[in-house]
Structure formats: structure tokens, C-alpha cells
Nanobody, 130 residues
Framework: QLQLVESGGGLVQPGGSLRLSCAAS????????IGWFRQAPGKEREGVSC??????????YYADSVKGRFTISRDNAKNTVYLQMNSLKPEDTAVYYC?????????????????????WGQGTQVTVSS
């Protein structure tokens, strides 16, 4: 059973940065899509970014709202995926979740669909406020 644990959330001022971590355990394959989602109060959960765990797939995808500000990366030796968030805005305030599903090919539209994901972390709160 794959388990995901997020960390790194907190309170930050507008324009600041945070790095979220998603530590995974229980991998049964080298081929997972790992996605970051977020849910703001009163809003639906939305996809933020995704990456493959395969070392032969360098693809990364981003939602338009975070492109150029957020960077997703992975450290396979540590079984951890990171989300570096820069130039944070109040509208980035949300609970951030990481999630995973088995796939040999990371596909843009697929990796932003919640229903594709079989494993979810518990979430970490990010608050951007002065």
C-alpha cells in the first residue's frame, strides 16, 4: 500500500516562498504519476502540478495559475517529490495534497484529473497573508 505524507506548509507573506515535500513509502513499481492538488475554502480541489517517478521521463506539468512560480521536482533516492512555490499570492492559500497513481506514461490531461489518483496524502495547509 503506497503511503504519502506531505510537509512544509505554513504561513508566509505575499511574495514569499515555501517548499512542500511529499514523502512516499510502499512503492510497488518505478512508474507512478505524482500530482500536487490544492483546495481553497469553498472551492473545488484543483490540480497544480505533476511529475513521473520514472527516471526516463523528465515531463513536468503545471496549471496556468502557477506556471513560472512553482517548480515540481523529485528525489528518487529519498522517494520524495517537492513543490517549490515562489512569488506566493493570497490566492495560493489552500490545503495542498499530493497524490499518486500507477502509470508508465505521464499524460498532461490525465494527471490533472482527481479521479485518476488512487493514493492521497493528508494535506498540508499553506496560508499566504500579510
Amino acid at each position: 500500500q503506497l503511503q504519502l505524507v506531505e510537509s512544509g506548509g505554513g504561513l508566509v507573506q505575499p511574495g514569499g516562498s515555501l517548499r512542500l515535500s511529499c514523502a512516499a513509502s510502499g512503492f510497488t513499481s518505478d512508474y507512478y504519476a505524482i500530482g500536487w492538488f490544492r483546495q481553497a475554502p469553498g472551492k473545488e480541489r484543483e490540480g497544480v502540478s505533476c511529475i513521473s517517478t520514472s527516471t526516463s521521463d523528465p515531463s513536468t506539468y503545471y496549471a496556468d495559475s502557477v506556471k513560472g512560480r512553482f517548480t515540481i521536482s523529485r528525489d528518487n533516492a529519498k522517494n520524495t517529490v517537492y513543490l517549490q512555490m515562489n512569488s506566493l499570492k493570497p490566492e495560493d492559500t489552500a490545503v495542498y495534497y499530493c497524490a499518486a497513481y500507477l502509470t508508465k506514461l505521464l499524460v498532461f490531461r490525465q494527471c490533472f484529473r482527481e479521479g485518476e489518483y488512487d493514493y492521497w496524502g493528508q494535506g498540508t495547509q499553506v496560508t499566504v497573508s500579510s
